[in-house]
Nanobody, 127 residues
């Protein structure tokens, strides 16, 4: 199964910004899939963070990140992005991207609707 690849994580201070990338491998039908971003901390369930439709015309965000995070994509480059600003310590975790071929059925950002998960990238927000 083809898997997406996340990158761009790191250690930042509260209030700073960070942009994550999600790259599709060769042969992946990127422009036919919506992309979701998720995060997970030890001992907790994976949480849906954002959704972007395959043509970028529909987006959705978890309440905890609205007005701070922005998702975008470049289908020609087969890359999706999550730009995070005003970061808080509670934003720390492993961030994953995943693909959904079912269109608006994935708007609610439930992990069970997604596949082609990447390996994740660690984001740590700490002073």
């Amino acid at each position: 199964q083809l898997r997406l690849v996340e990158s761009g994580g790191g250690l930042v201070q509260p209030g700073e910004s960070l942009t994550l990338s999600c790259t599709a491998p060769s042969g992946f039908n990127f422009d036919r899939n919506a992309i979701g971003w998720f995060r997970q901390v030890p001992g907790k369930q994976r949480e849906g963070v954002s959704f972007i439709s395959n043509q970028s015309n529909v987006k959705n965000y978890a309440d905890s990140v609205k007005d701070r995070f922005t998702t975008s994509r470049d289908n020609a480059k087969k890359v999706a992005y999550l730009t995070m600003s005003s970061l808080k310590p509670d934003d720390s975790g492993v961030y994953y991207c995943a693909a959904c071929p079912y269109g608006m059925s994935c708007y609610s950002i439930r992990p069970s609707n997604y596949d082609s998960w990447g390996q994740g990238t660690q984001v740590t927000v700490s002073s």
